[in-house]
């Protein structure tokens, strides 16, 4: 199994600036990898996929970067509707998530 | 607009049984893979299981394995996941989730809340 790993597990960040979450594969897992965002009482939804393309109607202050083992999802700009979790998945064998990484308020 | 919409879920035995549904609409069904993923509270996500547009290719992940099985009706655009055998560590809230060529899950449900408690 690949297990995903993703730090820090929380980051306070304040409104309007930049945020940096990364993601560690034990094994190669290509571009294979997708970010997702989670809010409370609420389904994931897709952020980006195949490492940096982002999903339909996901604003450009998301971006993703990466391939093999590392990978980082940046936050430009940290509005109020981005404190959330969020999930890194690799989908190169089977499919397996990270832990999550929560951004809060500073 | 792409709606998934999960139910059957409730309080249950350990040992018991239950089938969850998810009732998809805004897509043709057939056409896409389905996935079941769970939370449990305050946990992680933990993929469960995925079935092919037809049906014909099924996995499992291990802690589910003998245990859970997945299923599609294709004319009602209908997932189901029936678990059998419960345990308390399947408590979670499942979700349904839609599936691109073995990859991402692009949509998800709302979820929907199991709980294995006596």
């Known amino acids: 199994e690949i297990v995903m790993t993703q730090s820090p597990a929380t980051l306070s960040v304040s409104p309007g600036e930049r945020a940096t979450l990364s993601c560690r594969a034990s094994?190669?897992?290509?571009?294979?990898l997708a970010w997702y965002q989670q809010k409370p009482g609420q389904a994931p939804r897709l952020l980006i996929y195949?490492?940096?393309t982002r999903a339909t109607g996901i604003p450009a202050r998301f971006s993703g970067s990466g391939s093999g083992t590392e990978f980082t999802l940046t936050i430009s700009s940290l509005q109020s509707e981005d404190f959330a979790v969020y999930y890194c998945?690799?989908?190169?064998?089977?499919?397996?998530f990270g832990q999550g990484t929560k951004v809060e308020i500073k | 607009e792409v709606q998934l919409v999960e139910s059957g879920g409730g309080l249950v035995q350990p040992g018991g049984s239950l089938r969850l549904s998810c009732a998809a609409s805004?897509?043709?069904?057939?056409?896409?893979?389905m996935n079941w993923v769970r939370q449990a509270p305050g946990k992680g996500l933990e993929w469960v299981s995925y079935?092919?547009?037809?049906?014909?290719?099924?996995y499992y992940a291990d802690s589910v394995k003998g245990r859970f099985t997945i299923s599609r009706d294709n004319a009602k655009n209908s997932l189901y996941l029936q678990m059998n055998s419960l345990r308390a560590e399947d408590t979670a809230v499942y979700y349904c989730?839609?599936?691109?060529?073995?990859?991402?899950?692009?949509?998800w449900g709302q979820g929907t809340l199991v709980t294995v408690s006596s």
């Open positions: 989730a839609r599936g691109v060529n073995y990859g991402d899950f692009d949509y």
């Open positions: 805004g897509f043709t069904f057939s056409s896409y893979e």
């Open positions: 079935i092919s547009s037809s049906g014909s290719t099924i």
């Open positions: 094994q190669s897992v290509s571009s294979n």
């Open positions: 195949g490492a940096s």
């Open positions: 998945q690799q989908y190169n064998n089977w499919w397996t």
